[in-house]
């Protein structure tokens, strides 16, 4: 703890998750009081056909 | 907000997909009185040999 | 199976939330085929202190 | 109602995934006193690139 | 990891929830080959007027 | 999107929180490529004597 789930759209490269992964670890130890060891974070990457807003999927929006 | 996922098994159409989060992001605006704006909807499609009930994956039932 | 977990604000009434499951059980039938027995629904009502849009949490949004 | 998600890493067989949901909902049904019936468990498998500990990816841990 | 998310409704002593965590814990090593320090367990506990099934809250059902 | 869901144990001030929102939201920004309008950030507080780790319940843990 804390454990951290993020849900974001599909295609962002490994050397972005690498260095989103990396940051988020340390503001969340700078600002919350955490050790590194205790944050896991976990990275859901979703299709745009299985995400909506205001009533419309991210595949049909252009 | 409100942000609202949903799980489901896989095998829906993009047009029932299009249709199921029409659908209800006007009945939440409708009975929340929230924008349409504010409504997100995630879909999760899940594999019937990741979902068990009754101790049973439904890959599993007959 | 469909499970849908929904994420607000407090301060729906019962009777608003009484509305909005009836109705999302409704259009989640009609859109996707499924039984009504088998839609769960689970409200996570959230405190504005524990919510943030762009780096600011709501209960000092003004 | 109960309702369990669990998130792994993908690498599981049919067979743990069977053994395991089997074994959950025999211990859920004996120490909370649920029916078997009313469990569901829903399996999340993980890429290592997408689980990070202490910062970094599991797909980068040696 | 693994991770797991319990969502129940709220009325469970301390003593079935130790017994839960423990067990539960215990057939994930068995059946999965996971170490029990990986295990993290969550309980959610829900009110019987933010959960429905088949439309209708669990505070409302006879 | 991105949507970021994280669960701690209780007890943080609402100046951490604040200072927390805050950062996460510029590294992921950063790091991602995303607007800050974008990022939604969502705290649960956690009781200890809902979270266990190995088999026992953090409220159990000396």
Do not use: Y
């Not at 295609?11 to 503001?27: D, L, M, S």
């Amino acid at each position: 703890m804390p454990t951290i789930n993020v849900q974001l759209f599909e295609g962002r490269t490994q050397e972005q998750k690498r260095a989103f992964v990396k940051a988020i670890t340390e503001v969340t130890v700078q600002t919350l009081g955490a050790t590194a060891e205790s944050v896991d974070i976990i990275i859901h990457e979703c299709k745009r056909e299985n995400w909506a807003t205001a009533g419309k999927l991210w595949s049909d929006q252009e």
